[in-house]
């Protein structure tokens, strides 16, 4: 038996951990998340309908690509995707939270805005592989529903929209430009940070034809990484750049996410906080409320995700274990990203742990 993995092209989650899987080197067998195997398979193992699932040659059932690629890390020996020196590292976990839990913005934004009827084909398609073109598109339009109801929720609407197209048109640029220097964010080797970027960049922004459309035209560079990353040529292979660099191109990214995604997170904390107060012993829900989130200017709502400050503590955690002179390293590179202080004085009062397949405080 080899190890299974659950998934689908369309998703975005799937698609970082594929791109890592195949970068890696481990033999796996992907089978697509029709509705049978969700019923049958992910459901009674992890609880609720969700991809990627890998079930590992041991038996052993992983859920959450954080820990999928963790369970590789630690068992593939190798070139890791985690960098050993302080400020990459930092850099990685900082843009794989930007990647994962903020750039699903524009990535649901683009895909239900400009290519919804083609998704419901495509859904349909991985839900019922057998089935005529016609059903799928009944069965598609059913269940790619469900996820297009998560616009309004995610702070995508009509106010908001002009403001997610311009941020995300200023990043593709601000990528562009990087990757016209750099294979990956840090150097010929793609890190943590760089399977963060391809969730949302690859199956939305990229694949969904419309999108796909854009990208290309705007960042030409962007599509040719998104290429890189998933179309992997040699495993295993390239270097993070000498010295503990991190590149001046990634400084205007990093400041996007301070601006964006920081100020976010920490009113996500405090309403977590305050709800993990009044709720003792409660399960932790995936949303505690819905707060404020300002891009280019506009204010939208949006849900505030407990999950999302799990992943903001992997940096966290990284940053405030540092020695002194990492630290002092990282803070001299950090003064020269505008809002990082929002980092580095993130109030988390209730951290988390993420154990079978649920979040529960620490
Ligand atoms: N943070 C998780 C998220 C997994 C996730 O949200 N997957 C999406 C598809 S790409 C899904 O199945 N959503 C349905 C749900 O969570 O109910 C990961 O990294 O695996």
């Not at 390239?238 to 590149?247: I, Q, S, Y």
């Not at 590179?333 to 620490?362: D, Y």
Request: hydrophobic share 40%; charged share 25%; aromatic share 12%.
């Amino acid at each position: 038996m080899t190890h299974k993995f659950y998934g689908g092209p369309l998703s975005l989650y799937s698609g970082k951990a594929r791109a890592y899987l195949d970068w890696k080197g481990v033999d796996y067998e992907e089978i697509l998340s029709a509705t049978e195997v969700y019923k049958t398979i992910i459901v009674p193992k992890v609880g609720r309908p969700v991809i990627p699932v890998m079930v590992t040659e041991e038996g052993e059932t992983l859920q959450d690509t954080t820990l999928i690629i963790d369970h590789f890390e630690a068992k593939i020996g190798g070139p890791s995707v985690y960098p050993d020196t302080p400020k990459q590292r930092l850099v990685a976990l900082l843009m794989e939270v930007f990647g994962d839990e903020w750039l699903v913005i524009p990535a649901m934004h683009y895909r239900w805005n400009y290519n919804e009827e083609w998704v419901y084909g495509e859904f349909g398609a991985v839900a019922a592989p057998d089935a005529s073109k016609e059903e799928q598109l009944a069965i598609g339009r059913e269940r790619g529903q469900t996820f297009k109801g998560f616009c309004p929720i995610l702070g995508i609407d009509d106010q908001t929209i002009p403001a997610i197209e311009a941020s995300y048109e200023a990043l593709l640029a601000d990528l562009d430009r990087h990757f016209a220097q750099y294979d990956y964010l840090l150097g010929s080797r793609p890190s943590i940070g760089d399977y963060g970027l391809i969730g949302p960049l690859y199956a939305h922004l990229y694949r969904d034809p419309a999108s796909g459309e854009i990208m290309k035209r705007l960042a030409p560079r962007v599509a040719a990484w998104v290429e890189r990353m998933v179309d992997v040529q040699q495993p295993l292979s390239g270097e993070f750049l000498p010295g503990d660099e991190v590149p001046q191109t990634l400084v205007p990214v990093l400041e996007r996410m301070m601006a964006e995604q920081m100020p976010f997170l920490q009113k996500t904390a405090g309403i977590f906080a305050a709800w993990a107060e009044a709720n003792p012993e409660t399960e932790i829900p995936r949303a505690v409320g819905m707060t404020d989130f300002t891009v280019e200017g506009v204010t939208g709502q949006r849900i505030a995700p407990p999950f999302s400050l799990w992943m903001l503590q992997r940096p966290l955690d990284h940053y405030r274990e540092m020695e002194a002179a990492d630290k002092s390293a990282a803070d001299e590179f950090l003064s020269t990203i505008n809002g990082a202080s929002a980092f580095q004085n993130f109030a988390m009062e209730q951290p988390l742990a993420f154990r079978n397949f649920k979040l529960i405080l620490q």
